[in-house]
């Protein structure tokens, strides 16, 4: 049997404008319930919105750096439901006239290329929040109504839980990097619903579409994915196409839930906003914020490997979060030694980020210290054990290498005569290692450098130090 996956998303993406999309309430996360609220963002009667115009530039943004056609005029809808967290009645949204239709982005799976199409990016506001408490009560909290979205709507041209792993983590990286959304899936800031089905190519049937809901994490997005393919699957064994449905997934059980009959675009009765203007955008405001876009992570990436020569598995590293590939260019203002740089922060920098669960921007050294770092390794003043200690002196307590070099003494020992000297005290001192290399006993010559990297306290210049020791060792 041939069994097709076709999966489409809508994502909602919270940006990250001060205010909220028709009033002047702050959009700040964690104040307390309630706080931030007016009679605009509760749609409470005559009170009149006013579109914000940082929400029409941010959605611009994501549509020109998703590929989109930009609409020549912003107008609002009202999406018609009753739910608790939505104390008017209706949502203000787009849907006639979307502000952007018919992009695209790429994606790299396994060495092909695919071009997964974006069908709208449109702007609306958010509903409020239901918390539940330990009695099973709704606590509403109405602090996010009006905070503004863009909803992302794909065709269905995803056919693997791999592939959408690989979309939405390349758009989240390019949200990142335009500046217009945190994406901070822990905050709501980025939520995807997924709708699935499975054709069985052999019989030319397809299951009904179902709807996955409010996925908080990737992660989940993926489980939720492949528990629904598998299930689409059986139905088809036995000639079943399901029912057209939202499910819900259950982390705890590890499977999907049916939570309602899926709604169509008839259900929501949407007509044109009344109470809102319509905007008119002309071609010169969309190309200054067109100029205004960041290089994107794909440009990046292309720029990294040849201007660098990096490997592609490094540089997928350093532009997977721009605060990181910033700091690697900035690191490159004081020293020219790229590979090196690379190496230092994709290994002992994210080690330590990742371990001590801090975001670069809490580092206690800047990336002048790391390329002074460098700079003494490739001048041979320390060696890479020494460089490690200082390393981690610097990400703990914020000193820079030149104050921890001269504060411990750990300048490297690189003068040919007084390393001689030392090499001749530890083989004075050790005749039984040197009688048994001479009986061809090669690996205590590891023992000896040991020897002389503790009496010179890790200082000895390792190369020049085994280059000395093959020398005087056959002699002493």
Same mark, same amino acid.
């Given at each position: 049997?041939?069994?097709?996956?076709?999966?489409?998303?809508?994502?909602?993406?919270?940006?990250?404008?001060?205010?909220?999309?028709?009033?002047?309430?702050?959009?700040?996360?964690?104040?307390?319930?309630?706080?931030?609220?007016?009679?605009?963002?509760?749609?409470?009667?005559?009170?009149?919105?006013?579109?914000?115009?940082?929400?029409?530039?941010?959605?611009?943004?994501?549509?020109?750096?998703?590929?989109?056609?930009?609409?020549?005029?912003?107008?609002?809808?009202?999406?018609?439901?009753?739910?608790?967290?939505?104390?008017?009645?209706?949502?203000?949204?787009?849907?006639?006239?979307?502000?952007?239709?018919?992009?695209?982005?790429?994606?790299?799976?396994?060495?092909?290329?695919?071009?997964?199409?974006?069908?709208?990016?449109?702007?609306?506001?958010?509903?409020?929040?239901?918390?539940?408490?330990?009695?099973?009560?709704?606590?509403?909290?109405?602090?996010?109504?009006?905070?503004?979205?863009?909803?992302?709507?794909?065709?269905?041209?995803?056919?693997?839980?791999?592939?959408?792993?690989?979309?939405?983590?390349?758009?989240?990286?390019?949200?990142?990097?335009?500046?217009?959304?945190?994406?901070?899936?822990?905050?709501?800031?980025?939520?995807?619903?997924?709708?699935?089905?499975?054709?069985?190519?052999?019989?030319?049937?397809?299951?009904?579409?179902?709807?996955?809901?409010?996925?908080?994490?990737?992660?989940?997005?993926?489980?939720?994915?492949?528990?629904?393919?598998?299930?689409?699957?059986?139905?088809?064994?036995?000639?079943?196409?399901?029912?057209?449905?939202?499910?819900?997934?259950?982390?705890?059980?590890?499977?999907?839930?049916?939570?309602?009959?899926?709604?169509?675009?008839?259900?929501?009765?949407?007509? &044109?906003?009344?109470?809102?203007?319509?905007?008119?955008?002309?071609?010169?405001?969309?190309?200054?914020?067109?100029?205004?876009?960041?290089?994107?992570?794909?440009?990046?990436?292309?720029?990294?490997?040849?201007?660098?020569?990096?490997?592609?598995?490094?540089?997928?590293?350093?532009?997977?979060?721009?605060?990181?590939?910033?700091?690697?260019?900035?690191?490159?203002?004081?020293?020219?030694?790229?590979?090196?740089?690379?190496?230092?922060?994709?290994?002992?920098?994210?080690?330590?980020?990742?371990?001590?669960?801090?975001?670069?921007?809490?580092?206690?050294?800047?990336?002048?210290?790391?390329?002074?770092?460098?700079?003494?390794?490739?001048?041979?003043?320390?060696?890479?054990?020494?460089?490690?200690?200082?390393?981690?002196?610097?990400?703990?307590?914020?000193?820079?290498?030149?104050?921890?070099?001269?504060?411990?003494?750990?300048?490297?020992?690189?003068?040919?005569?007084?390393?001689?000297?030392?090499?001749?005290?530890?083989?004075?001192?050790?005749?039984?290692?040197?009688?048994?290399?001479?009986?061809?006993?090669?690996?205590?010559?590891?023992?000896?450098?040991?020897?002389?990297?503790?009496?010179?306290?890790?200082?000895?210049? &390792?190369?020049?130090?085994?280059?000395?020791?093959?020398?005087?060792?056959?002699?002493?």
């Amino acid at each position: 049997m041939s069994y097709k996956t076709l999966i489409g998303l809508e994502i909602h993406v919270e940006l990250n404008t001060n205010t909220k999309i028709f009033c002047g309430c702050s959009t700040e996360f964690g104040k307390e319930p309630n706080t931030q609220v007016c009679p605009v963002c509760l749609g409470l009667p005559g009170s009149l919105p006013i579109i914000n115009e940082k929400v029409i530039e941010y959605g611009i943004k994501a549509g020109l750096a998703l590929n989109c056609k930009i609409a020549n005029k912003v107008n609002m809808d009202r999406k018609n439901y009753f739910y608790q967290d939505l104390v008017k009645g209706f949502q203000t949204t787009q849907y006639y006239n979307p502000l952007c239709e018919n992009g695209y982005l790429n994606i790299e799976n396994e060495g092909s290329n695919k071009k997964i199409r974006i069908k709208r990016i449109h702007i609306e506001e958010d509903t409020g929040k239901s918390i539940y408490d330990k009695e099973r009560n709704i606590l509403l909290d109405y602090n996010r109504c009006g905070v503004p979205l863009i909803e992302i709507v794909t065709e269905p041209d995803i056919n693997s839980s791999k592939e959408l792993s690989i979309f939405l983590e390349n758009l989240k990286q390019i949200i990142e990097y335009i500046e217009v959304s945190d994406c901070k899936m822990e905050e709501g800031s980025l939520r995807c619903d997924v709708n699935i089905n499975i054709v069985d190519e052999n019989n030319n049937i397809k299951t009904e579409i179902v709807e996955l809901k409010n996925l908080n994490s990737f992660k989940n997005a993926i489980r939720a994915v492949e528990y629904e393919e598998s299930r689409h699957i059986e139905l088809l064994k036995y000639k079943k196409i399901g029912s057209k449905e939202t499910r819900r997934w259950d982390e705890s059980e590890n499977k999907t839930l049916a939570m309602r009959s899926k709604e169509d675009a008839l259900d929501y009765r949407y007509f &044109p906003e009344p109470d809102i203007v319509n905007v008119l955008l002309n071609e010169d405001m969309i190309s200054d914020i067109e100029k205004s876009l960041p290089e994107l992570p794909h440009d990046k990436k292309i720029r990294f490997i040849d201007k660098y020569e990096l490997s592609e598995y490094d540089v997928e590293i350093l532009i997977a979060d721009k605060k990181i590939a910033n700091f690697f260019e900035e690191t490159l203002n004081y020293t020219k030694e790229a590979k090196q740089v690379a190496n230092w922060i994709t290994g002992d920098m994210l080690r330590r980020l990742n371990d001590s669960k801090i975001k670069i921007d809490n580092i206690k050294f800047e990336s002048k210290d790391l390329g002074e770092l460098i700079n003494y390794i490739s001048n041979g003043d320390i060696n890479n054990s020494t460089a490690k200690d200082i390393f981690r002196r610097m990400f703990e307590q914020g000193e820079r290498p030149k104050v921890i070099i001269e504060d411990l003494g750990l300048k490297q020992i690189n003068d040919d005569k007084e390393l001689r000297l030392i090499v001749k005290e530890i083989l004075s001192q050790n005749q039984d290692a040197v009688n048994e290399y001479k009986q061809g006993k090669d690996k205590v010559l590891g023992f000896l450098v040991g020897q002389i990297m503790k009496a010179t306290k890790g200082k000895a210049n &390792p190369k020049k130090i085994n280059n000395i020791l093959l020398e005087m060792v056959s002699k002493a």
